[in-house]
């Protein structure tokens, strides 16, 4: 099972200035991207975790910005949201975190890593160990770093590290198993040791992308880059890889930065790709099976709140307990799924999603710094 831990929305200044090619006649080319997952003008993008509870540890893959980090991009200093508490919410209170997957070391993946303790940093899963790829490791080693990469190391590596806590994995080209249905895929190209990561059910598999792809948008243009990938051209190869592999099958993609509806079925489209959302899963009761994904503990008649084209709403303290089924069971049409992708937060309501957007500038009002998306 698998849930979305929401962080935060990116600001919508946030898209142009990551993936500058994304024109208005790019958005307009793919008219799926809307209104999900673009306006006319803008990609949205937003920072979440992954959460996956495979019957066996309990992962987190990456850990988003963090709260009280002091960042140089104005969207992403000090924040203070309740992501804790979602997390907590949806089953995974931080002590009782397995595996901490980072896929890749930029700030946005790393700063839940940690949390404030007096005046120093602590890690915020102390019985996790946490996991990326030795690649990525090594490069970053050897780098040298500007200030705000020093800070962000300081505040969000270095104590995990200090703490005994960091594994380093070798992932070759094939892959690396790291726990039952959880493998390391290389995914280099944003930054040299990237992974992405697969997970496969008794009955359904997905792909995390990690910043492999940012954004729906590059499945129908995969050339496109982002501002910040240290070898574009891999990046783009990475691309190719991953969308050939997923293209046509029942494998979820699951969008590190996608926003609501965040995962989908990949299927070819005019010599490129485009994204599927996955349909039909308002509420979907687990059988309870075990499998490499799922947890056999949770009883079978417990419902999840997913997306649907005729999404329910959901009073808020119901879905962020733990999006279980409302008192007096299941509601009307809830059928039983092997396996479910639960997300934690009720604006995976697709109605409330465009209700919130109405609200958003329909042109960035500033154009983001370049090189401050570390
Ligand atoms: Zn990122």
Redesign the pocket.
């Known amino acids: 099972m698998i849930h979305r831990i929401d962080e935060i929305a990116l600001p919508p200044e946030t898209g142009p200035w990551l993936l500058p090619g994304v024109t208005k006649d790019v958005i307009g080319q793919a008219p799926w991207l809307r209104p999900d997952f673009a306006d006319a003008e803008v990609p949205f993008l937003a920072?979440h975790t992954f959460a996956v509870e495979a019957g066996g540890p309990r992962v987190l893959v990456?850990t988003g910005i963090g709260n009280g980090k002091t960042r140089a991009n104005p969207a992403w200093n000090s924040l203070n949201t309740d992501y804790l508490a979602r997390l907590s919410a949806a089953g995974f209170a931080p002590e009782s975190v397995d595996l901490v997957i980072i896929?890749?070391l930029?700030?946005?993946?790393v700063g839940w890593n940690t949390r404030p303790d007096g005046d120093s940093w602590v890690p915020t899963f102390p019985n996790a160990r946490y996991l990326t790829s030795r690649a990525e490791w090594d490069y970053w080693a050897a780098t040298e770093l500007d200030a705000n990469r020093l800070q962000m190391f300081a505040d969000s590596v270095h104590p995990v590290r200090d703490s005994g806590l960091i594994d380093l994995a070798d992932v070759p080209g094939n892959g690396r198993q790291v726990a039952a249905g959880i493998r390391l895929v290389p995914a280099p190209g944003?930054t040299p040791g990237q992974i992405a990561v697969e997970l496969r059910g008794a009955d359904r598999s997905a792909l995390i992308t990690?910043?492999s792809i940012?954004h729906p948008v590059q499945l129908s243009h995969p050339h496109l880059v982002s501002c910040?990938d240290i070898d574009p051209e891999q990046a783009v190869r990475s691309r190719h890889q991953l969308l050939d592999t997923l293209a046509d099958t029942d494998s979820l993609l699951l969008g590190?930065?996608f926003p609501q509806p965040t995962a989908g079925l990949v299927r070819r489209d005019n010599g490129n790709y485009r994204l599927h959302p996955e349909p039909g899963i308002a509420w979907r009761c687990r059988t309870g099976p075990p499998g490499a994904v799922g947890d056999p503990q949770r009883p079978a008649d417990r419902c999840e709140v997913a997306r649907t084209g005729r999404c329910r709403r959901v009073p808020a303290a119901r879905v962020t307990g733990a999006n279980t089924a409302p008192p007096g069971g299941p509601p009307p049409g809830c059928r039983q799924a092997p396996e479910v992708l639960r997300h934690s937060s009720r604006a995976w309501c697709p109605g409330r999603a465009r209700g919130r957007r109405r609200g958003r500038p329909r042109r960035p009002r500033r154009q983001g710094p370049r090189g401050r998306?570390t």
Do not use: A, L, R
């Open positions: 920072s990456d896929t890749h930029h700030t946005d993946h944003h990690g910043d940012h910040v590190t930065h998306w």
